[in-house]
């Protein structure tokens, strides 16, 4: 009977054996998927949509591929072989961009329906691990994966191949991404849904303590007017503003007090300018809560105000709170 350490060792050797796959598809990259980016971004450019298509295995790596290409704006569509030649070519037109899956390049079904797609006018591009297969040699162009062997004991289970063949899609599909220079805005307007899209559309202005549940005071007040404030509003920080502009001029936190109080005899009667800080990190309400979030975890503070257009405190997040919201 095998032991626990047997099985552990034949599961890494077959992820081992899947890695070699990706590291050697990603080895032999070239001209290939430069061409199929240039063609993705013309096909881009002229409103037109790509079409993926495959059978067998190579199904769900089509659907997966195409639904992270329309999860970044660019329309993207499955087509099934066998419902293409019964009337779901119409789905096709003159100048899309077909990417044809097919380990072997022999499949009899992708190898008609690169002729049929041909005729209409639509690009085509033989997505294979066999440059000298039929669906290679008569599809426009070829974009091809490597693996050594398939992590099946049988060596018959589609598992490297499909394995590369997803990286090289994923590949094609974050590369143009990176081109267009979509940024996070416009990334959230196509997951508006689920914990990634809350974590992506959630604004500023719905997570923070709006101005009533904060401490705010004049900067000429004393540390003993501060520390009060913040008692009332049960928070760790108070803005400070200029009297006359009402613009955020600095912070005065718990461990300010802390480290004024080792200083300072009479410290509840010093001015509370002479400890806060000045020019804090902030935040504007229209900004991403995932940006807060970063802010947060790059500078390791407690609370971050949050301030209007003319650097005004509108509000406070409280990094208590952040657990609650559940950011990803």
């Known amino acids: 009977m095998e032991t626990g350490n047997d099985i552990v060792s034949r599961g890494r050797a077959y992820l081992e054996m899947e890695a070699k796959a990706v590291e050697l598809t990603r080895s032999h990259l070239g001209s290939q998927f430069e061409e199929a980016i240039k063609l993705v971004e013309t096909c881009f450019e002229s409103g037109k ?22 999860s970044t704006g660019v329309t993207a569509v499955y087509l099934d072989p066998l419902k293409a030649l019964h009337g779901d070519l119409g789905l096709c037109n003159e100048g899309d961009l077909a990417f044809l899956f097919s380990n072997s390049g022999e499949s009899e079904e992708l190898v008609l329906l690169n002729s049929y797609l041909k005729r209409l006018g639509v690009i085509t591009i033989a997505f294979t691990s066999k440059n000298e297969s039929q669906l290679a040699q008569k599809a426009d162009y070829i974009l091809t994966y490597q693996y050594l062997e398939e992590a099946c004991p049988l060596a018959l289970a589609p598992t490297s191949s499909t394995t590369a063949a997803l990286a090289l899609g994923d590949a094609l599909a974050m590369v143009f991404l990176e081109m267009r220079g979509l940024d996070r805005d416009e990334f959230a307007m196509y997951h508006p849904s689920g914990n990634l899209g809350r974590s992506l559309l959630l604004k500023v202005d719905e997570i923070m303590r709006k101005r009533d549940r904060m401490a705010i005071l004049v900067d000429d007040c004393v540390i003993k007017d501060a520390i009060l404030a913040i008692t009332q509003a049960r928070c760790g920080t108070i803005a400070l503003i200029d009297k006359t502009s009402g613009i955020l001029t600095g912070v005065f936190s718990d461990g300010d007090f802390r480290r004024a109080s080792l200083e300072q005899a009479d410290v509840l009667k010093t001015p509370v300018s002479s400890y806060m800080s000045r020019d804090p990190i902030k935040v504007f309400s229209n900004q991403l809560a995932i940006e807060a979030l970063r802010i947060f975890q790059i500078h390791r503070i407690n609370d971050l105000i949050v301030v209007d257009a003319d650097g005004k405190p509108i509000g406070l997040i409280d990094g208590q709170d952040l657990p609650g919201i559940q950011l990803v």
């Open 49 to 70: 949509k790509l079409v993926f298509s495959g059978v067998g295995k190579n199904e769900p790596i089509c659907e997966k591929i195409k639904a992270t290409f329309n």
